[in-house]
């Protein structure tokens, strides 16, 4: 029997940065998690312990750093190109390398130049891999929490004798939208995009009346394909957030689609693509979002 070792890649988790740049007594804020992760021929430091070819993760963590000082951190596509290029192009033994950036957001509070509040749980994202002289790049949000109170119906779905669920006509749609578009092409507007792809999905999950979540995760999918060219595909993970009716009969009250008891657990989770058929093909672009 033999025993080899297989795909590996190490790196630096969750590296905390934010940045404040000054523009006289207006400064704009930065708040960003980091990982960084390399592969290459990375053999010798598993079999033998030899680290002449590791480039330590504290190593990672500084680059992270001192790249934000050397120049602005922008748009957090172009800074994880950035660092990417930088390990691949900078270590003749590192031949990829995978960033993944949450950028968490804050609004600046009105009338004042250097004072802002946190805007929320939402998170911007990007997942960036180079290999060689080529780049991916995925970009997505995470926790978009939206609710529609009508324009929602689930009915006509299979019942046997486990099968208590009411079918309804009118209920209250919620979810958490997670979020991930797989680009295709360069020279893209990353910030123009990422709020134009974001607008089309809130309006697509408001406008569409839903017979099921399914259904509206289709119609998010397909508008923003539609709508913005630069995006090769869509992958949606949209958990229902569950509203049921209170029974109120107990205290002569009728319900009319007014009170609701929120569960948090269990939840449904309905998850799928949108492609187009004429994408590029996707290459090592969704390995940023897996282990390997």
Do not use: C
């Not at 923003?224 to 109120?248: T, Y």
Request: charged residues 25%; aromatic residues 8%; proline residues 2%.
């Amino acid at each position: 029997m033999a025993i080899t070792l297989g795909p590996n890649q190490y790196g630096k988790a969750e590296v905390r940065l934010v940045t404040v740049q000054r523009e006289g007594t207006v400064h704009h804020l930065k708040d960003l998690t980091v990982s960084t992760s390399l592969r290459g021929d990375l053999a010798a430091t598993h079999l033998t312990g030899d680290n002449a070819d590791v480039v330590a993760t504290d190593t990672q963590k500084n680059t992270v750093y001192a790249f934000a000082k050397e120049a602005p951190v922008g748009e957090i596509e172009d800074f994880a190109l950035r660092l990417g290029h930088h390990f691949v192009g900078s270590f003749e033994h590192i031949t990829g390398a995978r960033i993944l950036i949450d950028e968490h957001g804050w609004n600046r509070i009105s009338g004042h130049d250097h004072a802002f509040s946190q805007a929320g749980s939402e998170k911007r994202t990007t997942a960036v891999t180079v290999q060689g002289d080529q780049a991916w790049v995925v970009s997505g949000l995470d926790d978009l929490v939206v609710l529609k109170s009508t324009g929602s119906e689930f009915h006509g779905f299979p019942r046997d004798k486990y099968t208590t669920l009411a079918e309804t006509n009118d209920r209250i749609l919620a979810t958490a939208v997670t979020a991930r578009w797989r680009y295709q092409g360069d020279g893209i507007d990353w910030a123009t995009s990422h709020a134009e792809v974001r607008r089309i999905l809130l309006e697509t999950f408001a406008d569409k009346h839903s017979l099921s979540l399914q259904q509206t995760l289709y119609a998010m999918g397909e508008a923003v394909l539609k709508e913005r060219e630069e995006v090769a595909e869509v992958r949606l993970s949209l958990p229902n957030k569950h509203h049921f009716l209170v029974d109120l009969s107990p205290f002569g009250l009728k319900n009319d689609n007014e009170v609701f008891y929120a569960a948090d657990r269990p939840y449904g989770l309905i998850e799928g693509v949108v492609l187009r058929d004429d994408a590029e093909d996707a290459g090592l672009a969704w390995h940023t979002l897996a282990a390997f």
